[in-house]
């Protein structure tokens, strides 16, 4: 909302869709939650491309920071996830298939900067990577190759119609990502998620980025309909993964209106193999799919919503805590599962 709607030089309409204070975190908390992921847009921290300074900037940084130590004196970690983004002079009104050389690299050295004496903040790099070979300017370049060190694109998604426009620009890979939070002195937990809307995870411990102080995890993404949506996948794909390298299901999701069907087998499963994982999303929005509240109070939606509240409540491990100096609990296998809110 920080750069929808508006003039060309007055973007956005607000920062958060919902309250920002203790109360509000303490409702997420009450979930025996103990993580909350924010999605941010990196024109709107940057104060760029015309996002109105009310709503974008500094303006927009310090309510984030606000947002974050309302968020700890909960007792909730924060993660802070990249998921909006656009290269050169056009705003991030969307998602797009990589990270940009333009901003995305003045974006982590700014956030990273930032929290980096807040070591209960999670630098999660990128939300959903995808990339098919009609993206890129070179069609027979290696996608994972693009993934970590970055490539040429051949177009942009709008955020509206149509859905993408042609638009020469340089994707910057998660090397170079983690590079730019390292090199400021952060040590925080970086996230890396996969390809594929972060749903593909096959090739990552292949291709992972290399961290000087060995601190990253994988951002695994897991809904109903994606490439790696069964538990033969799952016991293929994603438990050797985790047994070498902490996984983080960023996002997952199920049905509200009807009976929930993906995740009363997903989320015990993660248990197993200890994954941590976020539920999508802490907004009352009106839809059918992914939605965990019916209000900010954190009464939860009906069929998704009342699964993932009572699953999280009945776990023995999942006792609501304090925030303490360091992330074992995050960073290790055998993670305490979590929820997410956005706003």
């Not at 023995?316 to 360091?326: D, G, R």
Request: hydrophobic share 40%; aromatic share 12%; glycine share 8%.
């Amino acid at each position: 909302m920080c750069i929808q709607l508006g003039t060309a030089t007055e973007r956005g309409w607000g920062i958060f869709d919902g309250p920002t204070d203790l109360a509000s975190a303490r409702a997420i908390a009450s979930w025996h939650a103990n993580v909350i992921r924010i999605p941010l847009n990196e024109d709107c921290w940057l104060g760029i491309n015309g996002v109105n300074p009310k709503y974008g900037g500094q303006s927009y940084r310090a309510s984030v920071k606000s947002f974050v130590t309302a968020l700890h004196r909960a007792g909730l970690y924060v993660i802070l996830d990249l998921h909006w983004s656009a290269p050169g002079a056009i705003p991030a009104a969307s998602q797009q298939p990589m990270p940009d050389q333009d901003h995305s690299l003045a974006f982590w050295r700014s956030v990273a900067r930032t929290f980096k004496r807040d070591q209960n903040v999670v630098f999660d790099l990128y939300n959903e990577p995808f990339l098919y070979t009609s993206y890129l300017q070179d069609p027979t370049q290696d996608l994972w190759h693009c993934w970590l060190l970055g490539c040429a694109l051949n177009q942009y998604l709008t955020g509206g119609n149509p859905y993408t426009h042609g638009y020469i620009w340089r994707a910057a890979g998660m090397q170079t990502l983690v590079d730019v939070v390292r090199s400021t002195g952060a040590r925080n937990l970086i996230l890396v998620p996969g390809l594929d809307w972060a749903n593909d995870v096959s090739q990552w411990l292949t291709n992972a980025p290399v961290d000087p102080i060995h601190n990253l995890a994988v951002s695994w993404h897991s809904y109903p309909g994606e490439g790696c949506a069964d538990e033969a996948c799952w016991n293929r794909v994603v438990a050797p993964l985790a047994r070498q390298v902490p996984v983080v299901a960023g996002e997952t999701g199920d049905n509200v209106c009807t009976a929930p069907t993906y995740d009363p087998t997903f989320l015990p499963w993660a248990d197993q193999h200890g994954l941590s994982y976020l539920g999508w999303t802490w907004n009352p929005w009106q839809d059918c799919k992914n939605i965990l509240i019916q209000g900010y109070n954190g009464t939860p939606t009906r069929g998704y919503g009342q699964y993932f509240h009572d699953h999280l409540i009945e776990l023995p491990s999942a006792a609501h805590h304090t925030i303490i100096p360091a992330l074992p609990d995050i960073s290790s296998r055998g993670s305490e599962p979590r929820a997410k809110g956005t706003k």
